[in-house]
């Protein structure tokens, strides 16, 4: 059962990234207090991982310099998926040019800008409700759809 949720669950995630798409990203801040931000992931491999796009030195890198632990959320009134992991950031241009969308060109000039980064975030556990269906459990497996 739980592979079936977190299939569906990962379908979800994919389908919402990119332009137009927002989701919830919370962090610890500077001064160690919970913050989040809406934010539209860039691109998804179920829920395994998750990239975003933005500055480098905005508020979320610096965010991570000081506290790699995250959490993300996509929800609407069929369902909350909810995941905790670390986040990284990343700006090996091949990666920037992969994630890059055109919406970006409203704060960057190009996946060459060198300000322009990206947040890998890697899930650690998940706590879903999709389809009226829940799944919570911590995992490190390579594939989480494996038994």
């Given amino acids: 059962m739980n592979q079936d ?16 798409t927002y989701c919830v ?8 207090y919970p913050t989040v931000s809406t934010i539209t992931a860039s691109k998804a491999d179920g829920i395994n991982w998750i990239t975003f796009c933005t500055g480098l030195g905005a508020p979320k890198t610096n965010r991570i310099d000081k506290c790699n632990r995250a959490s993300v959320c996509f929800n609407s009134d069929d369902y909350n998926i909810t995941l905790v992991g670390e986040i990284e950031v990343l700006t090996d241009p091949e990666i920037k040019r992969e994630m890059w969308y055109d919406g970006l060109l409203n704060h960057f000039s190009g996946p060459e800008d060198p300000s322009y980064c990206v947040l890998r975030f890697k899930s650690k556990r998940y706590n879903l409700l999709v389809d009226w269906k829940e799944a919570r ?11």
């Fill in 5 to 20: 949720i977190l299939k569906r669950a990962g379908e979800i995630i994919e389908k919402n990234t990119g332009e137009g």
């Fill in 137 to 147: 459990e911590n995992y490190n497996k390579a594939n989480p759809y494996e038994a």
């Fill in 25 to 32: 990203l919370a962090q610890i801040d500077m001064d160690g």
